[in-house]
């Protein structure tokens, strides 16, 4: 059947949009909630929420309501003045358990970019500036942030990389402590691995990172701009492992959709960012600072690392249970809502095949199936994604006979 906003926005994007993304067939007009509505009134279950991004669902009435409320008043002024919003922000995720001070900007890459940064710049009168990351890691697609990601194929056809990243091997210690020299400024990593596979690390591993990186006076930077803000149960992602890092960066749900990021630096290198060495025209415009104000209220008010808690249980149980029945799942694994189906083969085919049943999920790594829903997602559309993830894994294991 045509459908004429489908061929029109399909053809504006043949025409007009760099193809940096592979084609979709898709067109989305509408979200409400844990669901989305295609050109022609599909209804999807989303379980992939904007790449980790839409935490409160779409559209959160009290999200679209602050945005419209600030919209009327004030977009922006640009860091050369103050604005009401950006402190109070600040506040919010200061008192959520991060003793330090914010710096605040458009994105996850851009976060991190602050990051490398920051440690950079903590490191510069000693002459120490290597970073040493994580294989398997994500950390952006800017120059300096494809250089710190462990998964080679992003970097291809950019050569050369930014000098000064080493990469360890994630959960492996002795091969992060191998890498230290007199030239480490920081290490790097997310506290769970996102596009690598939702690869959560070990307790033991961080702990002992943070004891090398303060003998040796290196910062410990942490990448939450995937497993932060809520998603792996707590409000920071190291608050599950009790380790907390000398800075953060952070995104994706921060704004529920509305772009910014943010750098937490702890107190000890909270001054080493001095006036006139980082900057960013967009940051901390007060319209994105009161989306973001909104988000975190909303959080609080709703209750939604309870939510997590007991959504994620189900989830997994759930899928631990599929696992026992469908020989395509290997194992289950990941934090909260950042939760991996371990395939034994491509993750793609059964994200298209959950798709035609209307239901959106994303892969990692090559071979996980990965489900980031809204943290506020009820029982009844988890009840319902698990559903339709049994009827994909029966109808594939029927072929397969
Ligand atoms: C852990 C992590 N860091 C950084 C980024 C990059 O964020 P952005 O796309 O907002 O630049 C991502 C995006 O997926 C991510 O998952």
Partial sequence: MSDPVYEKTSSLYDKYVMQTYPKADIVFVRGQGSHVYDSAGNDYLDFAAGIAVCSLGHCHPAVTAAIREQAEKLVHVSNLYMNEVQPRLAQ?????GFDGTCFFCNSGAEANEGLIKLARKAGSEKGRFEIIAMNDSFHGRTLATLAATGRSKYRKGFA???PGFKFATFNDFESVKALVSDKTAAVLM?????EGGIIPADPEFIRKVRELCNENDMLLLFDEVQCGMGRTGTFFAWQNYGVMPDALSMAKALGNGFPIGAVLASQKYSHILTPGTHASTFGGTALACAAACAVIDTYDR?????NVKVTSK??????????????QIQSVRGKGLMVGAVLTGPATPYCAALREKGMLALSAGEN??????????SMAD??????????????DAAKNK
């Fill in 302 to 306: 709703e209750n939604i690392l309870e």
């Fill in 314 to 327: 189900f989830l997994i149980d759930k899928l631990n249970a599929m696992k026992e029945k469908y020989p």
């Fill in 190 to 194: 997310e506290p769970v691995q996102g």
């Fill in 382 to 395: 988890c009840q319902r994604a698990i559903e339709l993830m049994e009827e994909v894994f029966a109808e």
């Fill in 92 to 96: 919010k995720l200061i008192e959520h």
């Fill in 160 to 162: 050369p990389d930014m």
């Fill in 368 to 377: 996980v199936l990965r489900l980031v829903p809204p943290l506020n997602v």
